[in-house]
C-alpha cells in the first residue's frame, strides 16, 4: 500500500465515533490513580523528599559521609586534566555528578532517571540525589540542579564529559532550559586516573579502581549498571520499589568513590609540589607515571628526577620494569633529555639484557654511541639489528676511514 492509501485509511479512522480497541486490550488499561498512590508510598519509603519549584514538584535525599576532601586550595593539577583553570581553584567549589539512566545510547530517548551530586562542606562529603517518579518532572529536576551548580566553578565526573554531561545538556534543550552546567569547568576523572594507574591495571573502569587501589569491595545492596534501566522501568508500571533501593546505593557509592580517587589524584599532584620525586620515596610505577605527566608539562627537571628513580627501583628481569618495552621506551626518551649518555646506555643495555631485543631500541643504541659515545663498532652492531642500512653504510664508511 502507498502513502497516500495510508493517509487515506487514517483518515476514515480518525473520523469513525469513539476509538477503535483490539479485543485484547479490553480491560488491561492500568488504573493510573491507584499506580500514582502506590508510586507515592514507595517514595516515601524509600526516604525521598518532595519539594517545589518554579516548574514543578522535586524528589530528592541527602547522605553524608565522613570523608575529608584534599587540601585548600588544591595543587597544581596541570596535565592531570585535560582542561586547566585559570584560577586558584578550591574544594570547595567542585561539583561532582553521575547520573543513572535508561540506556547508555544517548540522545533523546534515554532519560537521566536518577541524578546524584556532591560537594565537600564541613570536613565531610553531602550527596544529593535526585529522582524522577515519571518523566513529566524531568524539567523541575533539571532545573533545581542548574540552581545548586550555580554555586560551583568545577564539575567533575567519571567518563561523564562524553556522557552524562552531553545527555543532560540534550534533555535542557528538550525542555526549553539551559545547559545546568554550562558555566562551569570539566574535570573527567577518567584522564588523570590513566595516566596514574594505566600502566599497572587490566582496565581503568571505576569499580576496578576502587578495588585496586583504594581498597574498597562493593558488598551486598549494589546492582550491576546493566539491571539499573529495567529496575526504572519495571518502577513505572508497578510503583513498587523493586531493587530501586540498590539504585540509590549504586549511584551513592559512585559518588562517594569519586571523591576518594580525587583526593588519590590531588595527593600524586602534591607529590610534585612538595619535589618527592627527586627524594627516592616513590616506586617505579609512580615515578613512571608522574615523570610522563611532568614531561606533558615540559618541566624537564622532575621529569628527569621522578624517571630517574623510577630506572633505579624497576625490576631489572621479567616483562616488568626494564623489561617492558613501555617504560623502556619512555625512559630513554626522557632521560636523553638529561643529557647523562652513561645513565642513557646502562638503561638501553638493561632492557636489552631484560629481554627487549626490539629494532627501535638498537636504533637508540645505534644512534647513541655514534653521535654521544663515539663509539662507531658498538653503533655498526647495533645500526646492524636495527635494520637501518643508510646507517650502516655511513658507519661503515666511517671505521674504513679511521683505519686508512
Known amino acids: 500500500m502507498d502513502l497516500k492509501k495510508r493517509l487515506a485509511q487514517l483518515d476514515r479512522l480518525s473520523k469513525q465515533s469513539g476509538p477503535i480497541e483490539h479485543p485484547s486490550n ?13 508510586r507515592a508510598v514507595t517514595i516515601a519509603e524509600l526516604g525521598w523528599r518532595e ?21 585548600d586550595p588544591l595543587p597544581d593539577l596541570r596535565e592531570f586534566f585535560s582542561r586547566p583553570v585559570d584560577f586558584q581553584a578550591e574544594p570547595c ?3 561532582f555528578l553521575d547520573t543513572e539512566t535508561t540506556g547508555l545510547a544517548g540522545g533523546t530517548g534515554t532519560i537521566p ?8 562542606e564541613k ?5 544529593r540525589q535526585y529522582f524522577l517518579p515519571g518523566p513529566g518532572h524531568e524539567a523541575a529536576m533539571l532545573h533545581e540542579l542548574s ?22 545538556r ?35 573502569r571505576q569499580q576496578t579502581l576502587e578495588r585496586e587501589v583504594c581498597d574498597l569491595r562493593r558488598t551486598e545492596g549494589d546492582i550491576e549498571g546493566s539491571r539499573i534501566p529495567q529496575v526504572w522501568f519495571d518502577f513505572l508500571a508497578t510503583g513498587k520499589r523493586g531493587l530501586l533501593s540498590r539504585v540509590m546505593t549504586h549511584n551513592h557509592r559512585d559518588m562517594v568513590g569519586m571523591g576518594r580517587l580525587f583526593n588519590l589524584v590531588t595527593q600524586a599532584a602534591q607529590s610534585l609540589t612538595k619535589g618527592i620525586g627527586s627524594t627516592g620515596k616513590l616506586g617505579w610505577l609512580d615515578g613512571w607515571a608522574l615523570g610522563r605527566i611532568c614531561e606533558r608539562r615540559r618541566d624537564t627537571d622532575s621529569a628527569l628526577a621522578c624517571l630517574g628513580v623510577s630506572v633505579a627501583a624497576a625490576p631489572r628481569h621479567g616483562p616488568h620494569g626494564l623489561g617492558d618495552p613501555r617504560f623502556l621506551a619512555d625512559a630513554v626518551r626522557i632521560l636523553k633529555r638529561g643529557g647523562d649518555w652513561l645513565l642513557v646506555e646502562r638503561v638501553i643495555n638493561d632492557g636489552l639484557s631484560a629481554g627487549v631485543d626490539e629494532p627501535w631500541l638498537h636504533r637508540e643504541a645505534a644512534i647513541l654511541y655514534e653521535h654521544r659515545l663515539g663509539q662507531w663498532p658498538k653503533a655498526l652492531d647495533h645500526a646492524l639489528k636495527s635494520g637501518e642500512d643508510h646507517r650502516v653504510e655511513r658507519l661503515r664508511r666511517l671505521l674504513d676511514q679511521s683505519t686508512s
Open 123 to 127: 570536613g565531610g562529603l553531602t550527596t
Open 93 to 95: 567549589e567542585i561539583l
Open 26 to 38: 479490553r480491560n488491561t488499561q492500568p488504573d493510573h490513580a491507584a499506580l500514582a498512590a502506590i
Open 113 to 120: 532517571f536518577l541524578v546524584g551530586v556532591s560537594w565537600w
Open 51 to 71: 519539594s517545589a519549584s518554579p516548574t514543578g514538584q522535586v524528589w530528592s535525599r541527602e547522605y553524608r559521609d565522613v570523608l575529608s576532601g584534599p587540601g
Open 147 to 168: 540552581l545548586l551548580a550555580a554555586g560551583f566553578k568545577i564539575v567533575v565526573t567519571f567518563n561523564g564529559a562524553s556522557f552524562d554531561l552531553p545527555l543532560l
Open 170 to 204: 540534550t534533555r535542557a534543550r528538550l525542555n526549553r532550559l539551559a545547559d545546568p552546567v554550562a558555566d562551569l569547568v570539566v574535570w573527567d576523572l577518567l584522564v588523570p586516573v590513566r595516566r596514574l594507574y594505566a600502566n599497572r591495571l587490566p582496565d581503568c
